[in-house]
């Protein structure tokens, strides 16, 4: 099994900035694409932001220029960084991590317990 364990979220003021991590555990030998989702209530989950294993990356266009998403594959963690925070941000942010296999399916995709953020105006 694989687990993920987001940290950071927090309140914070608009225009602040919060630090997420999310740390990989378990039985596996390398992590493909990583990402950060967020859900706030009564709406759908919606992808923040992908990290491949290589390090090419891609934004929600309502973060990009805002976030930033990093990894240290020798941790196991990826990393968002969240600047210029706005009140829409607030909601549970979920790690999310795709673990290869040898044989179909491909790969087995993982999700954390979520973090909240929260953006007050």
């Known amino acids: 099994q694989v687990q993920l364990v987001e940290s950071g979220g927090g309140l914070v003021q608009a225009g602040g900035s919060l630090r997420l991590s999310c740390v990989a555990s378990?039985?596996?030998?390398?992590?493909?694409?990583m990402g950060w989702y967020r859900q706030a209530p009564g709406k759908q989950r919606e992808n923040v932001a992908i990290?491949?294993?290589?390090?090419?990356?891609n934004y929600a266009g309502s973060v990009k220029g805002r976030f930033t998403i990093s990894r240290d594959n020798a941790k196991n963690t990826v990393y968002l960084q969240m600047n210029s925070l706005e009140p829409e941000d607030t909601a549970v942010y979920y790690c999310?991590?795709?673990?290869?296999?040898?044989?179909?399916?491909?790969?087995?995709?993982?999700w954390g317990q979520g973090t909240q953020v929260t953006v007050s105006s």
């Open positions: 999310n991590a795709r673990v290869p296999r040898s044989a179909s399916p491909w790969y087995t995709e993982y």
């Open positions: 378990g039985n596996f030998f390398s992590i493909n694409d």
């Open positions: 990290i491949t294993s290589g390090g090419s990356t």
